[in-house]
């Protein structure tokens, strides 16, 4: 039992069920099954993004960049619709992916061939992505009623009790967890964020795994473009402003190092599920929404302390004092 | 493997290269040339340029980033990062706001900004520092914290009543045209300038930057330098937060959002290794007035806000990849 209790994925969920147990005495009917989906429907962008910026954090690096790729394909996608209305739903979505893929092959690029900080890669494509939403937009918003009925009502279709976009989510975690798990690439982002040197010396690619990371996170912040435009049914400049640092914060919940290669995609998922969970309370129990990101920013640093608790090496011994019983460490 | 074994020629030169030479071939060099080609590209571009009162009004739009940009500067040289200074401006700015509804008069405000910002540096240097986690993750938390703070007092309203005694730090003028945050910008230049350079503290940030084990076996404190260095960028955060109300004359919650960002171009602009270990404040100082030329420039000419930030990221890129591409270009050539 203590053995579970330390596995940090399965104290995440706990902390999450308590949490949800907490929420349902002021609001009876929070742990309905109704309300559970509903949670998790809100939070599967958040997931779809999360895992992308987790495959990038893994390989010790971050994209910044995933909130402005999202509204940039989100953009691009909505205009497309409105301005072609018979272009079928699966190709709109194909373009969004690949739109998302190439945005993130740009980044990649920028951090392989020409081995640019990725913070200062992704600073940089964050303001210029954004910029290009304008540009292509002209500042103009599309609006539902320009939106094609598939365009949005395709998301919201119940299967089997659940809406496309939560299987859609279902679907991005089972792919990112194989991908992970089963795949050289998804093997290699562990070795190139665990220890780069090493990783080299192995004969894996860090550079080229960093691309693909990029590429993989770039692909999934299109296709969450596409998501959010529908389920939002507008489209923007503006729209999921400051998005990247919640994917960031539900990979730090959910015990991603930033140092790279650590983490699991549950963990992920469970930080990503956290911080729905405290938003989606948060008007039920009567705590005014501007409260919101206050509560993410002491979430988040709590789970950094967390983190670093749990990633603690003992440093080495440099003096060590038998009589007094003491070790100094560096 | 990728890295080939290179057969260089040894060649021994007539002359040693002088400092004069290297200053020549130097980052700030190349900055500084930038900067006075984009100087004669805007007095082209607009004949409302070369205006001194115009140009005054430019160095607002650069001196409070600037003014956090030196702390910032040396926090990013010994190795760590703060990503939560615009949300200290933001804090610091309600703070000011809500004591100005009660009453409080201009040298109060003041001292509550300044606090306010030292006040959160200090929480960033306790996470940091104190407990040892990484910079960037706490400094995203606790940039979500202090604006969500912001937030929280505020919700969609703004404090306006600020005394008018008050409006001299953002709009006020020293002597002509050269305005008091100019004034504050080049006194800040240079005791930054000092501290980094001549002083044991500026050379302990450079180990540190460069390798952290070294300085700590060499005796360096590392803890509290990193400590001070947090201390100085929630300072300077609270000085920049009472210019900038003071220009504004009013606070809302979304009070210089995106400035975090701005602030670390203009670092890194500056030749400041984000890895930390190397960077001037020259550097730092020209990168300033780039900045602020380029978006006053591209203000002249009617380009909107947005579409000026895509200027500034491609440079952000741009003056970070070239000097790697013509040293790849300089090895390819040489082989």
Not at chain 1, 146 to 155: E, R
Not at chain 1, 276 to 299: D, R, T
Request: glycine fraction near 10%; proline fraction near 4%.
């Amino acid at each position: 039992m203590q053995k579970l209790l330390k596995n940090r994925e399965m104290l995440l969920g706990l902390i999450i069920i308590v949490m949800i147990l907490g929420f349902t005495t002021r609001a009876p009917n929070f742990a309905n099954p109704d309300n559970l989906v509903t949670i998790f429907n809100d939070t599967s962008i958040l997931i779809i993004l999360a895992l992308g910026q987790m495959v990038v954090i893994l390989t010790k690096s971050i994209d910044l960049s995933v909130a402005a790729n999202l509204a940039f394909t989100g953009m691009a996608v909505a205009m497309l619709d409105s301005a072609y209305p018979g272009l079928p739903l699966a190709l709109l979505v194909l373009i969004a992916i690949g739109i998302g893929a190439a945005l993130g092959a740009i980044n990649g690029f920028l951090v392989w061939a020409l081995q640019i900080p990725p913070i200062v890669v992704t600073l940089g494509t964050l303001t210029i992505y954004r910029g290009m939403s304008f540009v292509l937009s002209g500042g103009a918003w599309v609006n539902a009623h320009q939106m094609q009925p598939d365009f949005l009502g395709v998301p919201r279709l119940p299967v089997l009790g659940l809406p496309i976009l939560s299987w859609v989510a279902i679907a991005v975690i089972l792919l990112v967890g194989f991908i992970l798990a089963r795949t050289a690439f998804g093997r290699s982002t562990y070795a190139a964020g665990g220890n780069p040197v090493a990783a080299i010396y192995a004969g894996i690619d860090v550079g080229r795994a960093r691309f693909l990371a990029f590429v993989l996170s770039g692909a999934l912040a299109g296709l969450s473009g596409y998501l959010w435009v529908s389920r939002y049914a507008v489209a923007y400049v503006d729209i999921a402003a400051g998005f990247e640092l919640d994917s960031v914060a539900a990979c730090v919940i959910g015990g991603i190092s930033i140092a790279g290669g650590i983490g699991t995609v549950i963990g992920t998922v469970l930080g990503a599920l956290f911080l729905g969970v405290i938003k989606n309370a948060l008007p039920v129990i009567g705590i005014s929404p501007f409260a919101q990101m206050a509560i993410s920013g002491i979430v988040i640093v709590l789970a950094v302390v967390f983190n670093a608790r749990a990633e603690a090496k003992k440093g080495r011994i440099i003096l060590r004092d038998r009589a007094a019983g003491k070790e100094v460490t560096a | 493997m990728s890295t080939a074994i290179e057969q260089t020629k040894r060649v021994i030169p007539d002359r040693l290269e002088t400092p004069f030479r290297r200053l020549l071939g130097s980052w700030e060099v190349l900055l500084f040339c930038v900067a006075v080609a984009i100087f004669i590209a805007n007095s082209l571009a607009s004949p409302y340029f070369l205006n001194a009162w115009n140009l005054s009004d430019a160095t607002f739009n650069f001196t409070e980033k600037a003014l956090i940009a030196f702390a910032m500067a040396l926090l990013i040289i010994a190795g760590e990062i703060d990503l939560s200074v615009a949300a200290i401006i933001a804090l610091a700015s309600t703070a000011m706001g809500y004591a100005a509804q009660l009453g409080v008069g201009a040298p109060g405000l003041v001292a509550i900004g300044i606090t306010t910002g030292l006040a959160c540096g200090a929480f960033n240097g306790l996470l940091v520092a104190g407990l040892k986690l990484p910079s960037i993750v706490v400094t995203i938390g606790t940039m979500s914290l202090f604006r969500g703070i912001s937030y929280l007092v505020l919700g969609d309203q703004a404090f306006g009543k600020y005394p008018p005694e008050f409006a001299f730090f953002g709009q006020g003028y020293v002597f002509w045209v050269v305005s008091f945050e100019f004034v504050l910008f080049l006194v800040m230049a240079l005791l930054f300038g000092i501290l980094l350079h001549r002083t044991n503290f500026g050379r302990h940030v450079y180990v540190i930057g460069n390798n952290p084990l070294a300085a700590r076996f060499s005796g360096i404190p590392v803890e509290r330098v990193k400590f001070i260095l947090f201390l100085l960028t929630g300072l300077m955060s609270g000085i920049a937060a009472v210019c900038l109300t003071s220009r504004l004359g009013s606070t809302r919650p979304s009070i210089a959002q995106g400035w975090e960002l701005e602030v670390v171009t203009m670092v890194v602009l500056g030749g400041v290794s984000i890895l930390g270990g190397s960077g001037t404040i020259v550097g730092v100082v020209i990168a300033a007035f780039v900045m602020g030329l380029v978006t006053f420039g591209l203000g002249l000419l009617n380009v909107p806000g947005i579409v000026m930030s895509i200027f500034i990221g491609l440079l952000l890129i741009i003056t970070i990849a070239l000097p790697i591409v013509t040293r790849r270009i300089k090895h390819a050539r040489n082989a």
